[in-house]
């Protein structure tokens, strides 16, 4: 079965820094896709960005970009000059590619909190 | 466009009581799902559906009662609620064709006394 590890249970960053999340995951698969969402104190959860395991060009949506390592199983997620709104609870997450496969498996989560 | 609706936002049941949480979205789209989010872990997906009349379950579906009568909800039920399903749920729905969109909903806290 898939796993996905977040080993960082919590982080923090000060206002208008980088900061990078850490995600690692386990499959056997070639063909699947990975993402970062956030959920926000108001238990949204928000999709920030998305990676296809084909692709070799690392995704980047405006000030979140991530690593992601094929080989090592890796895929961190970089925040640049963060913001007091980034603060939330950031999950990473594993679907197997293919039409029938719709599970998302996450991983536990890693709170981060921005300071001023 | 609402997007995903639950109802409740919040709920408190006694152990054995029965409930159902409603899901509905005005998007037209055929996946829905719902998870469940417990304290030091991630979302793990209870049950889905990828169509009207066609349900399945997920990775933790004991205790929970699907059904998808129509493209827009997805009600999840509980028959007999139980303190181990005190939980936070979510349900999600996306376009079948696009499931590495899914939209949630605003999820429900439930308790189970």
């Known amino acids: 079965a898939q796993t996905v590890t977040q080993s960082q249970p919590e982080m923090s960053v000060q206002e208008a820094e980088t900061v990078t999340l850490s995600c690692t995951y386990d499959t056997s698969e070639s063909d699947y896709y990975l993402f970062w969402y956030k959920q926000p104190p108001s238990r949204q959860m928000i999709l920030v960005i998305r990676q296809e395991a084909y692709k070799q060009q690392n995704a980047t949506e405006n000030r979140f970009s991530v690593n992601f390592q094929k080989a090592a199983k890796s895929f961190s997620l970089k925040i640049s000059d963060s913001q007091l709104g980034d603060a939330a609870m950031y999950f990473c997450?594993?679907?197997?590619?293919?039409?029938?496969?719709?599970?998302?498996?996450f991983g536990k989560g890693t709170l981060l909190t921005v300071n001023p | 466009n609402a997007g995903v609706t639950q109802t409740p936002k919040f709920q408190v049941l006694k152990t054995g009581q029965s409930m159902t949480l409603q899901c509905a979205q005005d998007m037209n789209h055929e996946y829905m799902s719902w998870y469940r989010q417990d304290p030091g872990m991630g979302l793990r997906l209870i049950h889905y559906s990828v169509g009207a009349g066609i349900t399945d379950q997920g990775e933790v579906p004991n205790g929970y009662n699907v059904s998808r009568s129509t493209t827009e909800d997805f009600p999840l039920r509980l028959l007999s609620a139980a303190p181990s399903q005190t939980s936070v749920y979510f349900c999600?729905?996306?376009?079948?064709?696009?499931?590495?969109?899914?939209?949630f909903g605003p999820g429900t806290r439930l308790t189970v006394l």
């Open positions: 999600a729905s996306s376009y079948r064709g696009r499931v590495n969109e899914q939209f």
């Open positions: 997450a594993y679907r197997e590619g293919g039409g029938s496969n719709y599970k998302l498996t």
